[in-house]
């Protein structure tokens, strides 16, 4: 079986395992781990129901998967439906206008970084402490394990 295709595999195994996990976040996964638009589908269609009844408003970049033409079709039918307003930003403003990267990302980024550092070096310790080291300290981690910590 080819690396391809074992990815293929896990993430499709991940994805239906976290699929309906009892919380209100959905998880999903895929092989070239990016936002696509059957990710960005998923994502409107948990949005509607979600917030069944409430407007829904989105600031977005020009990320491909935003642009493309099936999650345009989509977004027209919402927005005249009246239960979704999306903004664009524009090209290479990114990193100067979208609050959420300024003002949501950083913090949730710092928050993932420390607890992959504890978890980092909890496994430093322990392999320390088995003596199974040659002075060298690989740490790898799981898909599964690393959403389990975070």
Same mark, same amino acid.
């Given at each position: 079986?080819?690396?391809? +295709?074992?990815?293929?595999?896990?993430?499709?195994?991940?994805?239906?395992? =976290?699929?309906?996990?009892?919380?209100?976040?959905?998880?999903?996964?895929?092989? %070239?781990?990016w936002?696509?638009?059957?990710?960005?589908?998923?994502?409107?269609? =948990?949005?509607?129901?979600?917030?069944?009844?409430? *407007?829904v408003?989105?600031?977005?970049?020009?990320a491909?998967?935003?642009k493309?033409?099936? +999650?345009?079709? =989509?977004?027209?039918?919402?927005?005249?439906?009246?239960?979704?307003?999306? *903004?664009?930003?524009?090209?290479?403003?990114?990193?100067?206008?979208?609050?959420?990267?300024?003002? +949501? %990302?950083?913090?949730?980024?710092?928050?993932?970084?420390?607890? =992959? %550092?504890?978890?980092?070096?909890?496994? +430093?310790?322990?392999?320390? *402490?088995r003596?199974? %080291?040659?002075?060298?300290?690989?740490?790898?981690?799981?898909?599964?394990?690393?959403?389990?910590?975070?």
């Amino acid at each position: 079986m080819g690396f391809d +295709v074992s990815v293929r595999r896990c993430s499709v195994g991940l994805g239906r395992y =976290y699929e309906d996990w009892g919380g209100s976040a959905k998880v999903f996964f895929q092989p %070239n781990h990016w936002v696509d638009k059957h990710i960005i589908l998923k994502l409107l269609k =948990y949005l509607k129901q979600r917030f069944q009844g409430e *407007a829904v408003g989105l600031v977005w970049d020009e990320a491909t998967a935003h642009k493309d033409k099936e +999650v345009e079709r =989509y977004i027209e039918e919402a927005e005249s439906d009246g239960w979704l307003v999306v *903004a664009f930003i524009g090209p290479g403003m990114t990193s100067v206008m979208q609050v959420p990267d300024l003002c +949501v %990302n950083a913090p949730v980024k710092r928050v993932i970084k420390a607890l =992959y %550092n504890e978890y980092r070096d909890r496994e +430093v310790s322990r392999v320390r *402490a088995r003596d199974e %080291n040659d002075g060298h300290i690989q740490i790898k981690i799981l898909r599964q394990t690393f959403v389990r910590i975070v």
